[in-house]
């Protein structure tokens, strides 16, 4: 797995776009990269991943450097609830969910 | 669609008693994960099954722990002897296929406090 790196916290306002960075500088030609994330005394959920390309779905975006170094996920208008811990993480192709998922950000939404 | 269900959720025992965790996959899930996470830190893998298969332990500590996922019932996480170092959420996940990433559901999980 390549190892990922994140900002322990960040803050968003309520209503902004909420943009979480990820470092993956190790990330080989065949690794996703996946986006979960933890809301306070619940399991991880999944969000959004991607290969090369830029992904949306209804809850995320998710834009991937060229170089496939970096990644950052979008929420588009922030909510409160998605004050949440959010893991990036980047397992081996043809593994299964055998991962450590880091301490991941600790986005806090503010009203 | 009832989702992974773990239980119980909180669970208290004294050191040196057995903790018994409990894990209902998603209907037609036959892959199930168990992770632990101890305060203030992320999840970490523990074991992998499917029916009836140990696919891999390389996460769970040789003593102590063991896991199973019978052809009926839900998967069982069994700590013997626990320690207070025990104490810590223990999740359980579900997928499809082996590489379900984006199919995978987690379940609330089960507080395991060691007193």
């Known amino acids: 797995d390549a190892k990922t790196t994140q900002p322990p916290s960040m803050d968003c306002a309520e209503g902004r776009a909420a943009n979480l960075p990820c470092n993956h500088s190790?990330?080989?030609?065949?690794?996703?990269v996946y986006w979960y994330r933890q809301i306070h005394s619940q399991g991880p959920q999944y969000i959004i991943h991607?290969?090369?390309n830029n992904e949306t779905n209804e809850m995320a975006s998710l834009i991937i450097t060229e170089d496939r170094k970096s990644s950052t996920l979008i929420l588009p208008h922030a909510t409160l609830r998605d004050t949440a811990v959010y893991y990036c993480?980047?397992?081996?192709?043809?593994?299964?969910?055998?991962?450590?998922f880091g301490t991941g950000t600790k986005l806090q939404v503010i009203p | 669609n009832a989702g992974v269900m773990q239980n119980p959720r909180h669970l208290v025992r004294r050191r040196g008693q057995e903790a018994r965790l409990r894990c209902s996959p998603v209907?037609?899930?036959?892959?199930v994960y168990w992770y632990r996470q101890l305060p203030e830190e992320g999840l970490k893998f523990m074991v992998y099954?499917?029916?009836?298969?140990?696919?891999?332990e390389s996460g769970m500590p040789k003593e102590r722990f063991s896991a199973e996922f019978p052809k009926e019932g839900p998967s069982i996480l069994r700590i013997q002897q626990v320690v207070r170092g025990d104490s810590a959420a223990y999740f359980c996940?579900?997928?499809?296929?082996?590489?379900?990433?984006?199919?995978?559901?987690f379940g609330p999980g089960t507080r395991l406090t060691v007193l």
């Open positions: 190790t990330i080989s030609g065949n690794e996703y």
């Open positions: 996940a579900s997928s499809p296929t082996r590489e379900g990433w984006d199919e995978q559901f």
């Open positions: 991607g290969l090369k």
């Open positions: 993480i980047a397992p081996n192709s043809g593994g299964y969910q055998k991962v450590t």
């Open positions: 099954l499917q029916k009836e298969n140990i696919i891999d």
């Open positions: 209907k037609g899930h036959s892959h």
